[in-house]
């Protein structure tokens, strides 16, 4: 069983929907989590970063983390068409240890 | 000004051969990795350099070594390429150091070696 599970999608959305992305883990050792979006032939960039359990919120993306569930999501509003990518969520233990990543879902948000 | 580069960009060769793959931060961190990310998209971690000392080194195969020779560079050099091997192999950098304090762990990513074995 994998630590990390994520949905691979592919999910396909009409512009300006809002898309809900979820990941579920199962080591409780885990405390911060992030967000990545990968575009096509690119490396990944951070979109979100989250201690702990709680919400966060950066212009169209909100980042929720419950961990008594071992859940993450990410919510993007007005999604465009520059949204499209791949996501994939990563977690740690603590700072500066090995990321755990999900295997991303890829994101096509259609005009 | 790329953050954290990585030669080649693509590289395609013949099973049993040795190659090698450059990564290069510009942004003065202390931590670099390396990750394989295969067909699926999964990325997973391989090693891990702080000030030049190994600190992460997962279960990958010997013929894979991690050379730092400062800590600007991570060099990853590969020996007798398998067809399992094919893979986009992604540089990062993070400014955490193992003495901790405030620094974020936030992680740079490069853009990516695809490497193709024949």
């Known amino acids: 069983q994998k630590e990390v599970e994520q949905d691979p999608g592919p999910l396909s959305v009409p512009e300006g929907a809002i898309v809900s992305l979820n990941c579920t883990y199962s080591n409780s050792a885990f405390q911060y989590f992030m967000w990545y979006r990968q575009y096509s032939r690119k490396g990944p960039e951070l979109l979100m970063y989250?201690?702990?359990?709680g919400n966060k919120e950066d212009g169209r993306f909100t980042a929720q983390v419950d961990k008594s569930s071992k859940y993450i999501s990410l919510f993007i509003r007005d999604s465009q068409p520059s949204d499209s990518a791949t996501y994939l969520c990563?977690?740690?233990?603590?700072?500066?240890?090995?990321?755990?990543f999900g295997e991303g879902t890829q994101l096509t948000v259609n005009p | 000004d790329t953050a954290v580069s990585q030669t080649p960009k693509y590289l395609v060769t013949q099973m049993g051969n040795d190659k090698s793959i450059k990564c290069e931060q510009n942004l003065g961190h202390d931590t670099m990795y390396w990750y394989k990310q295969d067909s699926k998209k999964f990325l997973k971690i391989m090693f891990s350099?702080?000030?030049?000392?190994?600190?992460i080194n997962e279960t990958v195969p010997n013929r894979f070594s991690p050379k730092s020779p400062d800590k600007a560079h991570l060099n990853l050099h590969i020996n007798s390429l398998e067809l399992g091997d094919s893979a986009v192999y992604f540089c990062?950098?993070?400014?955490?150091?193992?003495?901790?304090?405030?620094?974020?762990?936030?992680?740079?990513f490069g853009p990516g070696t695809r490497l193709t074995v024949l």
């Open positions: 350099y702080n000030n030049k000392e190994l600190i």
């Open positions: 990563a977690m740690s233990a603590s700072r500066g240890s090995r990321l755990t």
């Open positions: 990062a950098s993070s400014p955490w150091t193992s003495g901790g304090g405030s620094s974020t762990d936030t992680q740079y």
């Open positions: 989250t201690y702990s359990s």
